[in-house]
């Protein structure tokens, strides 16, 4: 069965300070991981995939398969990032079920 | 484009009612996977349709059912409504034949049961 867990509900810091949202997944192929953000009032939509080894809005994310993490990082937080944050695991084979973790609300203070 | 489109937006449904969500995809795509979101956890996923048909299924039991239409938008079902049917259900859209395809999500229709 496939899992992922995001171990914070919520994550407050400052403006301009680092920020690392964590993600652990346990999956028994191999994963395709994302990062989904909800802004308030928005719909739920793509950050970033694993695949594409990308930052988007200065955000990262690695995959680390020994540790099953996907944490996700931006090395300066801006008052825009405040939002809801989903890690979610693709299972391989083409289809696109979609396992979310709960939700880390990130909170950035001014 | 207006992308991913659901109907209602909200609803209130009163236990052992039926009640049909609707969900019309993103222009281009052809499978739709819909999702229930409870207060305060991730989506969990119902199931996907593909060419008019359930693909895959979670653990979610026989009351809740749909359908994909030719124009590959498509229903969802719940029968018996439960108290804990009360959640958000969104929609994804996606197009299936590609390996990075993007799931496009609804804005998701806000079901009430009392």
């Known amino acids: ?110 | 484009d207006a992308g991913v489109t659901q109907s209602p937006t909200h609803l209130i449904k009163t236990r052992g009612q039926q009640v049909t969500l609707r969900c019309s995809p993103k222009s281009g795509h052809d499978t739709v996977s819909w999702y229930q979101q409870a207060l305060g956890q991730g989506p969990q996923f119902i199931f996907q349709y593909y060419e008019e048909e359930e693909r895959q299924r979670g653990n979610f039991p026989d009351r809740f059912s749909g359908h994909q239409f030719p124009n590959y938008s498509s229903e969802l079902n719940v029968n018996a409504l439960l108290l804990g049917d009360s959640a958000l259900y969104l929609c994804a859209s996606s197009w299936t034949a590609g390996e990075n395809t993007e799931a496009f999500f609804g804005q998701g229709t806000r079901l009430t049961v009392v």
């Open chain 1, 1 to 110: 069965a496939q899992r992922v867990t995001q171990p914070e509900k919520l994550l407050s810091v400052f403006k301009g300070a680092p920020v690392e949202l964590k993600c652990n997944y346990s999956y028994s192929g191999s994963p395709e991981l994302f990062w989904y953000v909800q802004y308030s009032r928005q719909r739920l939509q793509l950050l970033l995939r694993h695949i594409s080894r990308e930052s988007i809005k200065g955000f990262t994310a690695d995959l680390n398969k020994g540790e099953t993490s996907f944490h996700l990082k931006k090395p300066f937080a801006q008052e825009e990032d405040s939002a809801m944050y989903y890690c979610a695991l693709r299972n391989s084979g083409g289809y696109q079920k979609v396992t979310f973790g709960t939700g880390t609300k990130l909170q950035v203070i001014p």
